[in-house]
């Protein structure tokens, strides 16, 4: 458990983040529950206010809360829009300023962790809201590092790429039938299952990056590949961003 003394799980999902508190105690560190709206930022203000009373300042904020959309930007409703931006930016906003205040206050620095993706710099026509919104975190992150560097708090975004996770099967496919959106969010899963990068490789990579504290974490290897043609060769990434990778 890398010494850490206690875990504070946070999700809208209370059975859910239920099992992660079981995980986190197996492996021989406390953990706590707490069930909260990353997009409600009253209701974060209030979760802030009451894990500072119950457990202190935290020293290491992971806001991790995300959701997947794919879909054409004229298939991508304002609905589609307010709520992807709500979950994926605001979330991100909101964690920061409620607990990042905190460590403000405290004096004795700490580390965010905001979980971007690889999406963040390699553009696509086919997901056009999800890249937009975790452009927009790593923007965030690299800037708040920087309004933040003289308080000895240290940001850094993370773009882990294709984890095999479960937001394959909870991804938004605008424009889409139920049943062929139900089939997409099945291709796509099974496509993240034979990649099969895992959760926990991610969970390790972002362990080092605390220690480490780099402005900009790649972890996967598309993701590593994809920030190096960023600078290398932004031509190809456009050009691979005209082709839709869409399950069919």
């Given at each position: 458990h890398q010494g850490v003394r206690t875990v504070v799980i946070v999700d809208r999902d209370l059975?859910?983040?239920e099992k992660t508190v079981a995980a986190v105690r197996d492996a021989g560190a406390n953990a706590a529950v707490y069930q909260a709206d990353v997009s409600d930022d009253a209701a974060m203000n209030e979760l802030a206010a009451q894990v500072n009373n119950e457990h202190g300042v935290v020293d290491i904020l992971v806001n991790n809360a995300g959701i997947g959309m794919a879909g054409r930007f004229l298939e991508t409703t304002p609905e589609h829009w307010d709520t992807i931006l709500a979950v994926n930016l605001r979330g991100v906003l909101n964690g920061s300023r409620a607990f990042g205040t905190?460590?403000?206050?405290?004096g004795e620095g700490g580390t965010i962790i905001n979980v971007?993706?690889?999406?963040?710099?390699?553009p696509s026509k086919s997901m056009i809201a999800y890249g937009t919104t975790k452009a927009a975190v790593l923007a965030f992150s690299e800037a708040l590092r920087a309004d933040l560097a003289d308080e000895g708090i240290t940001v850094t975004a993370v773009c882990p790429g294709f984890v095999n996770t479960n937001i394959a099967k909870s991804t938004v496919y605008a424009g889409m039938t139920p049943d062929r959106q139900d089939r997409a969010r099945q291709k796509a899963d099974a496509s993240y299952r034979r990649r099969n990068y895992t959760p926990e490789a991610t969970a390790k990579a972002i362990v080092k990056a605390i220690?480490?504290?780099p402005p900009v974490l790649p972890i996967a290897a598309e993701s590593r590949i994809g920030y190096a043609m960023r600078r290398i060769s932004p031509s190809l990434l456009r050009l691979l961003a005209r082709y839709d990778i869409r399950p069919n």
């Open positions: 059975a859910a983040a905190q460590m403000v206050d405290r971007s993706s690889a999406a963040a710099f390699l220690k480490t504290g």
